[in-house]
């Protein structure tokens, strides 16, 4: 992808671009130069529930003076990030399962007792301009502008990482819902399990099942402590790992026909850092599990690693503030 797709317009007032996630939160600048200034931090967990928000306002003065922009002139603040969402007053607030520990109770091991965490009010009170959107409806915008899902009217960005991520695009029009929470597949139930907490409070959904924090909660005790020792292991030749990542893509296989028979979706391009960094390997074993499955639905349909790689984060960002 060329570099020029990401720059504004000569003259145009810079913009920041957030992208938060259950693990760290990225934030950089872009102007007629491109994207810039890019710093990232842990997500706030501890403290009072505009911990978040005051993180990311200092970030984006941080941002803005590596990068050499005036923050004076940031106009527009794009946030992509990870949800669900509530409305409260109808600005944004994150019912995250990964950053608000209220909501599972302790025994999902966060710091905080946090039901949400403030968002779009603190930012409004700085910035004149913030939109917030789910992070798979940003990088599903990013995709659909720069990446593997251009000229798509029926298709899905699928992010497999910490938690697990979705934006939909059905007829050319992208799905929000009521909260903006549309294409939250990854609290769905594709399989029997009474053992596996997600950070939401459910017991055996998708995101409990198979997420990057999942993978260390269920199989630690097997020896696999993260995503990357039971990758390793199973790309070894290690029997009951490549068992163990054969259910985890049963799973993930289920879910992406679920979305494909329900929205009829032709494409679906997926991302995340699970996925991403194990995507030679997962790739095909999903794109098997599609395969002969109810043909009048999934015949043609496209799995795609993401176009904009391990920079989609900035991109989905990008795309909800440029024109």
Known sequence: MSELLIRLPAGSAPVACVDIGGTKVAVSVAD???????????????GSNDALARQIIRLIGQSCAIAGVDAA???????????PFVLRNGLVELAAPNICGGIAGKARGLPNDWMTALL?????????????????????EAERRW????????????TWSTGIGMGV?????????KNGNAGHAGHTFVSDNNDALCGCGLVGDVEALVAGNAI???????????AFALFTAARAGDAAAVAVVDELCRVMGRTLFNMVATLDLERIALGGSVYWNNRDYLLPKLQAFLQGKLPALTDGVQLLS????????????LALVVD
């Open 32 to 46: 007629e130069r491109g994207i810039l200034g890019k710093v990232s931090e842990p997500t706030a967990k501890e």
């Open 147 to 158: 990446g593997a899902l251009q000229g798509s009217k029926h298709c899905a960005y699928v």
């Open 73 to 83: 002139r940031i106009t527009s603040v794009g946030v992509a990030s990870c949800g």
């Open 120 to 140: 779009e009010d603190p930012l409004k009170a700085v910035f004149p301009n913030v939109r917030v959107e789910n992070d798979g409806v940003g990088a599903l």
């Open 306 to 317: 993401a176009g904009l790689g391990e920079r989609l984060g900035d991109y989905a960002a």
């Open 216 to 226: 260390a909660r269920r199989f630690a005790t097997r020896g696999y402590a993260d």
């Open 169 to 177: 695009c059905v007829d050319g029009h992208i799905l929000r819902g």
